[in-house]
């Protein structure tokens, strides 16, 4: 994987520079949404080769624009380790019970593989009921989830107690499946922690079920073939150094992120009927934001030096639970405690009435911060986000970033549209004079935080990295 990175980051240095338009434009906007969202990127699933290309693209835009590498090594990339588990073959299950004997167990009979790969093989068997029994947990045991239902377990597995144990067992059905699985089952989510794969999860059947019902499975073996892969994955990373001003040079040191994240979630399975869509293009979600950021790249990189550092970042996992920007807060290109404001671009393809219609956004967490009253003071017309019951403030890559105390969040005008990570989500259904001016609209106020005139702080209560304040509900990618 890492030969196919480098071939990558050489072609973007390869890339010849090309006259760019350094004003915001929709046809700028429009040439970008094409690329990003073409049939040809497959959905850009983190991991895929068609997201990478997407990544040079993007790297290749800001090469255009004049911006430096903010990656690894001199290059635009910063390579996000994913691994990701895959069965190669069906996996066994032998139980004991506590005389000692021994029983096989086949999928698709006995039980049924529902996610994950046990990473031992030798388990141990303890029914539990209480969310405190969870906690006591190894991992070399397993959890006999019997009395819960599905959306408890569910529960328990994302607050993240789930991770690192053996197996996870739920009930299934009371009679026993008719047919043993003859494939694998599909491979578990992918992991930037090898060590932190999700469990191996199955639901029990028939006779297996009432014998761990009644308590007599004292032990079980898990036999399965799995092959660990890893995947490429990168953050596009560009800077524009900040050259501080006369009153305030340390201005420099202070750095302002806009961001957006480039994966999408991929295609379903193709149908043999080829006029059935397949492909969830991700026109909306997130290409939209991308242009976005790239646009102001190239209004920064043309205009005079910014005060602040700028850094025009484009994450990769977003849609997996902000993979990529977790990975770039641990490993920053500003010390995120320099990092003073993200302003996150998330689903601007789209007008949406509550905020007023076209060329007008809305900003998640708009009570948090001094940011909205800011903008609004400069004459953009946002507003605060429209369906606070949606919790969009906790649905995207700056809520990792707000986590960790920076003023970061999100632009959009996401009108609930019912294409919303499906295959109709195209570039055919982008309204790009409403984006163009939305992004005029704003750009005095996106120069202020270039300029270190606007300095962006959160309202008292408003910082989600306090205790205080309480957690928005975990919510997947946006
Ligand atoms: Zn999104």
Redesign the pocket.
Same mark, same amino acid.
């Given at each position: 994987m890492a030969l196919l990175l480098a071939a990558f980051v050489v072609a973007s240095f390869q890339s010849t520079p090309a006259a760019i338009d350094p004003a915001i434009t929709r046809a700028d906007l429009q040439r970008t949404l094409a690329f990003l969202a073409s049939d040809e990127l497959q959905g850009r699933s983190t991991g895929t080769p068609e997201a990478l290309r997407a990544a040079e693209f993007l790297a290749q835009g800001l090469a255009r624009a004049g911006i430096a590498p903010g990656g690894d090594d001199g290059t635009y990339l910063q390579r996000v380790p994913m691994s990701q588990v895959t069965f190669k073959g069906v996996p066994k299950l032998v139980a004991w019970d506590a005389s000692g004997a021994q029983s096989e167990l086949v999928c698709g009979v006995d039980f049924e593989w529902s996610g994950g790969v046990p990473t031992k093989k030798r388990l141990r068997a303890r029914a539990v009921t209480k969310d405190d029994e969870m906690m006591k947990f190894t991992d070399d045991e397993v959890a006999l989830f019997l009395d819960g239902s599905m959306s408890d377990r569910r529960r328990w597995l994302g607050d993240g107690r789930g991770a690192g144990f053996g197996l996870i067992i739920a009930p299934g059905n009371d009679a026993a499946g008719k047919e043993p699985s003859t494939k694998p089952p599909r491979s578990s989510r992918n992991s930037t922690d090898k060590s932190a794969l999700p469990p191996g999860s199955i639901r029990a059947h028939g006779s297996f079920l009432a014998a761990l019902r009644a308590g007599n499975v004292k032990a079980l073996r898990v036999e399965c073939d799995v092959e660990v892969l890893d995947l490429p994955a990168a953050n596009v990373i560009g800077v524009l150094r900040g050259a501080g001003t006369p009153d305030e040079p340390t201005l420099a040191e202070q750095a302002i992120a806009f961001s957006?994240?480039y994966d999408?979630i991929g295609h379903r399975e193709p149908s043999s009927d080829p006029s059935v869509d397949s492909i969830m293009n991700?026109a909306d *979600? *997130?290409a939209s934001?991308c242009a976005a950021v790239l646009e102001l790249a190239e209004a920064f990189g043309s205009g005079p030096k910014p005060a602040r550092t700028l850094i025009f970042f484009f994450a990769t996992g =977003? =849609?997996i639970g902000l993979v990529g920007t977790k990975w770039y807060i641990e490993h920053p290109l500003v010390p995120i405690e320099k990092t003073v404001c993200d302003l996150n671009f =998330?689903?601007i393809g789209r007008p949406d009435e509550l905020a007023g219609g076209a060329g007008k956004l809305w900003l998640t967490g708009y009570e948090r911060s001094n940011l909205g009253p800011e903008f609004v003071a400069r004459g953009v017309p946002v507003v605060a986000d429209p369906r606070p019951d949606q919790n969009f403030f906790g649905?995207?890559d700056n809520y990792a970033l707000a986590l960790r105390g920076v003023v970061a969040q999100t632009l959009s005008s996401f009108n609930l549209h019912k294409d919303y990570h499906g295959v109709d989500d195209e570039l055919e259904r982008i309204d790009f004079a409403h984006m163009e001016s939305a992004l005029r609209a704003a750009w005095p106020a996106i120069q202020a935080l270039g300029q270190g005139t606007l300095d962006p702080a959160w309202n008292p209560g408003g910082d989600p990295s306090k205790k205080s304040t309480p957690a928005p509900r975990k919510d997947a990618?946006?």
């Open positions: 957006a994240h999408h991700g *979600d *997130d934001g =977003e =849609e =998330e689903m649905r995207s990618g946006k």
